[in-house]
């Protein structure tokens, strides 16, 4: 029901890639971008408690996360395309308020 959630989020950016939808807007994201986003989201929740090794795996997939921001900002500043960096880029370990 999580991911059925995720998917309504994200179906206008698949009926515009379809050729059926409006246009694709830049506000848009793939269901890949949202599950990566609360994937890191679980993998913080982690941290939250103590006494399990869960925290031991968070830390590398959170780790891993890190790795992929940085990939798609060095192919952003390769491909010269800097406005696009923000589109893809899971924060990890936001400030909450």
């Given at each position: ?6 998917f ?13 939808g ?76």
């Open positions: 029901s999580k991911y059925l959630h995720l309504d989020q994200v179906k206008q950016f698949y009926e515009a890639e379809s050729g059926e409006r246009s694709t807007q830049p506000g848009f994201q793939s269901i890949e971008d949202l599950i990566y986003t609360e994937n890191v989201h679980m993998y913080e929740m982690a941290f939250e408690q103590q006494y399990h090794f869960g925290v031991f795996y968070a830390w590398v997939k959170l780790r891993e996360q890190e790795i992929r921001n940085v990939r798609w900002i060095a192919n952003m500043v390769i491909l010269n395309t800097k406005e696009h960096i923000d589109d893809t880029v899971v924060p990890i370990f936001q400030p909450r308020l």
